[in-house]
């Protein structure tokens, strides 16, 4: 009797072992079977307009009622999302977080990922390699959280521009000038995005109008690198050592900014340049407001007012709420006319987006998507032009 005592107290510890072993088992099963998901909507659709009296569905699970942003650069067209963001947060209660990992597309992983584990209920994130933080997005969206980006999938809420309209605007304003101010004749400079493939349909657009001008002779195409105010003022550094006579100058405001500040400092602006910019950042409207700055325009792509109606759907996520899956940011050429208002947005996007009228000038929402359809969540470069 004794030896069978003995040999069942050998054999419980085998036993245990054996039930701790099935329960790990079981449990990484779950986990893996969490991380799991859907791939999205990822062929090529279009989305009806949105309907913000579309009913809800249920609330997000297990997650905290927060908003994190992980800011690409410290580039005034982003600050101005944060600043819409942030706002947005404070307005609905949640709680604000933000890193900012100056273009190193590893500390954006990480970030994403420590936010994900810290059950962060909404996430917008910009990145300079969209491929490279998709897997962690995507785990996110998995997760049940909101994800917002601007332009490259995968999204909850993607955001983009029409591009090819966007940067058709900006060259047709250029060659207006060109005809009435320069003779029909220019040296152009386009400083591009082509290293982003969601952005290539602006310059696109740009050099379809400029292929029908005989006096147009563009001298550079190059994307700066990286493409930022201290980029633009490297590359155009670089292009004035062959061609220091340059009449117009098209890109992104950042990059062209610089490219002013370069011009500058070698003595070749001259007030009678065309500089035109896409973003509508603020140095860019203190430039146009200068009656002899060569810096004369910029098509508006208000990053505020963006960022804040992406913080409201983000809350109307975790909220229930049916919120869009594609939001389309419209282009305004800025003039002297329009700028005070303009700026005076810029501050308050909250107003605006309380303002049908006004909200309606800046933003058009597509599709609808709540919790329990998080699986049809956008998986593909979405444009509104892809329809046409």
Known sequence: MNSNRQRRRAGAPIVRRMILLAVVLATSASTVSAQEGSSGITQRTVFAAFDPNRIGCSKPVGLKRELAYVQENEREFLQGVDHGLAMAAKDRGLKYLRSVVENNVAKAVEDIDTYRAAKVGALVATSS?????????????????????????????????????????????????????????????????????????????????????PGVTIVADIAPNPVNKEGGFA????????????????????????????????????????????????????????????????????????????GQFAADWLDGRSIPQAMDILPIALTSDNI?????????????????????????????????????????????????
């Open 235 to 310: 590359t155009m550094n670089t292009i004035l050592l062959a061609n220091p006579d340059i009449d117009v100058v098209l890109g992104g405001d950042a990059v062209v900014l610089g490219a002013l500040e370069a011009l500058r400092s070698r003595g070749r602006d001259r007030a009678d340049q065309f500089l035109g910019g896409i973003d509508g950042e603020p140095e860019a409207v203190s430039e146009i407001k200068k009656h002899d700055s060569p810096f004369k325009a910029s098509i508006s792509l208000s990053s505020p007012v963006f960022g804040y109606a992406m």
């Open 340 to 388: 005070s208002q303009y700026e005076a947005d810029l501050e308050n996007p909250a107003a605006v987006y309380a303002n049908p009228i006004r909200k309606s000038t800046y933003l058009k929402m597509y599709g609808n998507i709540c919790y329990d359809t998080r699986d049809q969540y956008v998986n593909f470069p979405w444009s509104s032009e892809s329809s046409k």
């Open 129 to 213: 390699d969209p491929t490279a933080v998709s897997k962690s997005l995507q785990q996110t969206l998995w997760s049940g959280a909101f994800v917002g980006t601007i332009v490259p999938p995968p999204a909850t809420l993607l955001l983009n521009a029409p591009q090819y309209a966007t940067g058709k605007a900006l060259a047709d304003a250029s060659i207006m000038y060109i005809n009435n101010k320069l003779g029909g004749k220019a040296k152009v400079v386009l400083l591009t995005q082509d290293t982003m493939e969601y952005l290539t349909p602006r310059f696109e657009a740009m050099r379809d109008a400029f292929a029908k001008i």
